[in-house]
């Protein structure tokens, strides 16, 4: 098992920033894919960004040139990097991994996007 903490959202105005970490423990050797999903309201659950363990990386159109996703091995932490925030990016958040042993969730974030 592997547990999934999400931290870094809160309210900012459209056009700005934020920066939203999700912190890994647990038996995260086995992890080979790791992705951010947001679910907006009324709306499924949709992937937003994923990376992989060799670096590949894929971002859903609406996102694309805006948001980045990364990783940091040190402190076994997945990031996404969010600019150019517009409303309709309002959302909550969710940590989502991959490993030889299954699938993980965390408990999201909430990301709001209002003037």
């Known amino acids: 098992q592997v547990q999934l903490v999400e931290s870094g959202g809160g309210v900012v105005q459209p056009g700005g920033s934020l920066r939203l970490s999700c912190a890994a423990s647990?038996?995260?050797?086995?992890?080979?894919?790791m992705s951010w999903y947001r679910q907006r309201p009324g709306k499924q659950r949709e992937l937003v960004a994923s990376?992989?363990?060799?670096?590949?990386?894929d971002y859903a159109d609406s996102v694309k040139g805006r948001f980045t996703i990364s990783t940091d091995n040190a402190k076994n932490t997945l990031y996404l990097q969010m600019n150019s925030l517009k409303p309709e990016d309002t959302a909550s958040y969710y940590c989502?991994?991959?490993?030889?042993?299954?699938?993980?969730w965390g408990r999201g974030t909430q990301v709001t996007v209002s003037s």
């Open positions: 989502y991994v991959r490993s030889f042993r299954g699938t993980d």
């Open positions: 647990g038996i995260i050797s086995t992890i080979y894919y």
């Open positions: 990376i992989t363990t060799r670096g590949d990386t």
